[in-house]
């Protein structure tokens, strides 16, 4: 069975602080892909970064940044510097890749970042 | 591109009701999923349609259906409407079917049974 969990229900910063979401995750597959998503309060889940099993290359896209680590089963997310438009619910995915094609998402339950001035 | 759309928005229904609700893919993409957001149980994944079929589904009762048509646009119906079905509901599109791809959500139909 595949779980993910982000152990950080909430968490509350200050604009321009830095800021790490943590994600672990458990799965048998020997390949998987791994996820990021935003929730706005609008509800859209808008997709952040897509990590395969056989890639631990750090990733860096402007203030966003993900460490992949396959030792620790963790894909953590970090924000430098943030804004207050980064306020939303941050969701970690793994895929299941299912025999008969096609996959399905395993979401942790979400860390809820309140970024204020 | 057009991104994910759904509809509609909000819903209002009463237990024991039924509720349809659509969802249109991005252009070009076949596969269309569907998970269900609720505070307590957070999302899960209810089916998946490609070509027409469902294709993968998840662990939720025979009241939650669906259907795909040719153009790739899916719909989803619940039938005789629980207090427990008051959830977000999104739907996911995915280019071509494969294992590997990246699942592209809509906003999302709030639906509240009162």
């Known amino acids: 069975a595949q779980k993910v969990t982000q152990a950080q229900t909430e968490i509350s910063v200050v604009e321009k602080e830095d800021v790490t979401l943590d994600c672990v995750y458990e799965?048998?597959?020997?390949?998987?892909?791994l996820f990021w998503y935003k929730q706005p309060p609008s509800g859209e889940l808008v997709f952040l970064i897509r990590?395969?099993?056989?890639?631990?290359q750090n990733e860096i896209s402007g203030r966003y940044s993900w460490n992949f680590q396959k030792s620790t089963s963790s894909f953590n997310f970090t924000i430098t510097a943030s804004q207050v438009v980064d306020s939303a619910v941050y969701f970690c995915?793994?895929?299941?890749?299912?025999?008969?094609?096609?996959?399905?998402?395993?979401f942790g339950t979400g860390t809820q970042l309140k970024v204020e001035l | 591109k057009a991104g994910v759309t759904q509809t509609p928005r909000y819903l209002i229904k009463t237990r024991g009701q039924q509720v349809t609700l659509s969802c249109s893919p991005i252009?070009?993409?076949?596969?269309v999923s569907w998970y269900q957001q609720t505070p307590g149980q957070g999302l899960q994944f209810l089916f998946e349609?490609?070509?027409?079929?469902?294709?993968n589904k998840g662990n939720f009762p025979g009241r939650f259906s669906g259907r795909q048509f040719s153009n790739s646009r899916s719909e989803m119906n619940v039938s005789t409407l629980e207090l427990g079905d008051s959830a977000l509901y999104l739907c996911?599109?995915?280019?071509?079917?494969?294992?590997?791809?990246?699942?592209?959500f809509g906003p999302g139909t709030r639906l509240t049974v009162l």
């Open positions: 995915a793994l895929t299941h890749i299912l025999t008969g094609g096609g996959n399905k998402l395993t």
């Open positions: 252009s070009g993409h076949r596969s």
């Open positions: 799965t048998r597959d020997t390949t998987y892909y």
């Open positions: 990590r395969n099993s056989f890639d631990e």
């Open positions: 349609y490609f070509s027409e079929t469902q294709r």
């Open positions: 996911a599109s995915s280019g071509q079917g494969g294992s590997t791809d990246t699942q592209y």
